[in-house]
Nanobody
């Protein structure tokens, strides 16, 4: 499984961004996709994930502001981020987990929230 993330950038507080992550390869094995983020000096933290059945889970810090979704036709997972705060600044990594619990990672994409 290969994951290609895109969509990061610089945005002002209160603004919005949409991250995309396109999967290719042995995608039939995938049953969960999602996003983590990491700030230098801190552990990578789960932001959101979505299961094959459409169940979603969000970190408390992003509930009500971020929305994860998929486009199965495009094998892509999206993270719509709204009402962004400076503390959302991080490198965001998409991931996929297959039925064997093997985790695949995309390259990180930088999100910077600053005025």
């Amino acid at each position: 499984v290969q994951l290609q993330a895109s969509g990061g950038g610089l945005v002002q507080p209160g603004g919005s961004l949409r991250l995309s992550c396109a999967a290719s390869g042995s995608i039939a094995r995938i049953n969960v996709m999602g996003w983590y983020r990491q700030v230098p000096g801190k552990e990578r933290e789960l932001v959101a994930h979505i299961t094959l059945g459409g169940n979603t889970n969000y970190a408390d810090s992003v509930k009500g502001r971020f929305t994860i979704s998929t486009d199965n036709a495009k094998n892509t997972v999206y993270l719509q981020m709204s009402s962004l705060k400076p503390e959302d600044t991080a490198v965001y990594y998409c991931y996929a987990r297959d039925y064997r619990a093997i985790v695949y990672w995309g390259q990180g994409t930088q999100v910077t929230v600053s005025s």
